[in-house]
Structures are given as structure tokens and as C-alpha cells.
């Protein structure tokens, strides 16, 4: 009877130990950004979107493309050093269903060691609000990627962790004709 109390103690310790090692790994991720902070949002939202896609699902998609196929073989190497993919949006029917505090520990997140704004885009006017565009690095590979999306209706965040190689992921897009983002600047001066 003993021995069985302490084989079951063994057993739930070593359970317990490994579920917090994950979890420490998962949540100390580079590029992994905590978007629970948004859930909030959603009973407000006309209409929100949640994905989560860790490692498996991912490895699972992966799996399923072809090594035929230049496209498809072009986005299994993509993915391949993928860790998770995770989206949070929301539109809302009106403006003032959220507030800038709403998105603070997001940015907050951007702010650490690691992350670098690579694109920042400001509208005055136009529907779509303002973007930024992080990338999260480490050991001199780019390891996370994140969209910040926020203008009067929306609040838009998706997050890529894992390895990305911003060559392929150009590739990829030319040679899926993907239409690559210009944006027009006024020119100063005599206009």
C-alpha cells in the first residue's frame, strides 16, 4: 500500500514538473506575444476572429502539402520553422468600443528586448487606421513576426513565432502573385 502512495506521488510530481517546464518554455518563446489581454474585446465586437495554431497543428499542415508541387512545396518550407500562429480581430459596429489602454499591454510587449519596429503607418483620414510591423530576433535570425492593426472599428494583432525567412516568405509571395504594399507619399515642397 505504501509503495503504491509513493509510486502515485512520483507519478503526479513528475506530471506537475513537466507541465510547468512547458509552460515556462512556451510562455519564455522569443516572438510569442500574450494576447489574452484582447479577449475582452470580443463581447463588444460585431464580429471576432480567434486563431490559435501551435506547433502540431502546424507541423500536421505541413505535412499534408505536397513535395510536387513548387507552391505548395515553397510553403512547407516556410513553415517548416514555424511555432505558432496567433490572430486576434475584432470590428466593431461603432467607434469608442475601445480604447487605446485595451491594445497598452500589447505594446508594452513590443517595447521589450528583441522586438523592433520595422514599419509604422499613420493615417489621417483614411478608414483603415494605423499599422506597425514588429520582428522579433534573436541570435541574428528573425524569430517572430507581429501585425498591430488599430483603427476606429478594429483591433487587429497576429502573431508568427518561429524561424522566418523573410527571402522565402518574398519568394513565396511572387510566386503566388501576391500584390506587394506601396505606399504613396506626398512629395514635400511645392504641392
Known sequence: ?????????????TTFILACAAQ???????????LDSL????????DAVNIELDGILIKFA??????????ERAV???????????VRSYEFKSEGQFAEADVAAVREQLRAPGWSR?????SRGLDFGDAEVYLATAGGRVEGFA?????PREVTVVNIVGTIDLAKLRQLGDDLNLPHIHIKRKK????
Open 147 to 151: 501585425l498591430l492593426a488599430v483603427g
Open 76 to 86: 512547407k518550407e516556410l513553415v517548416s520553422g514555424l511555432k505558432g500562429v496567433y
Open 62 to 71: 505541413g505535412s499534408i502539402l505536397s513535395n510536387e508541387d513548387a507552391d
Open 1 to 13: 500500500m505504501r509503495r503504491s502512495i509513493i509510486k502515485t506521488l512520483v507519478l503526479v510530481t
Open 118 to 122: 520595422v514599419m509604422d503607418v499613420k
Open 188 to 191: 514635400s515642397g511645392g504641392n
Open 39 to 46: 479577449d475582452k474585446l470580443a463581447p463588444k465586437a460585431e
Open 24 to 34: 515556462a518554455q512556451e510562455a519564455s518563446a522569443v516572438g510569442r506575444l500574450r
